[in-house]
């Protein structure tokens, strides 16, 4: 089975920084998108930033300039340096993979939409 880990969250003060991890477990053979959605109390799951296997990123208004995506490919991790955090970016984050193959026989296996299970940022005034 592929599990997505996540690690790196926790309480940082206005204007402080985290970096969040993820890395896909298993017999892992190709990932495509990855990214990164949160989801603060009361409010909807929100996605934030994307990137592919060839490494095009792509941001949601709210976190341009201060997030910056990355994502190792040999370690199936993905990452999200955050920066210049606000009390509104306090949420609960998860990462997702649009499609991952894994196997180590044929024909490989595959699963879409997988999630993480996520982390806690909060961010003090």
């Known amino acids: 089975q592929v599990q997505l880990v996540e690690s790196g969250g926790g309480l940082v003060q206005t204007g402080g920084s985290l970096r969040l991890s993820c890395q896909a477990s298993g017999n892992i053979n190709s990932i495509n998108t990855m990214g990164w959605y949160r989801q603060a109390p009361g409010k909807q799951r929100e996605l934030i930033a994307t990137?592919?296997?060839?490494?095009?990123?792509n941001y949601s208004d709210s976190v341009k300039g201060r997030f910056t995506i990355s994502r190792d490919n040999d370690k199936n991790t993905v990452y999200l340096q955050m920066s210049s955090l606000k009390p509104e970016d306090t949420a609960v984050y998860y990462c997702n993979v649009d499609r991952v193959v894994y196997g180590t026989s044929y024909p490989r296996r595959s699963i879409s939409n997988l999630w993480g299970q996520g982390t806690q940022v909060t961010v003090s005034a």
């Open positions: 990137i592919t296997s060839g490494g095009v990123t």
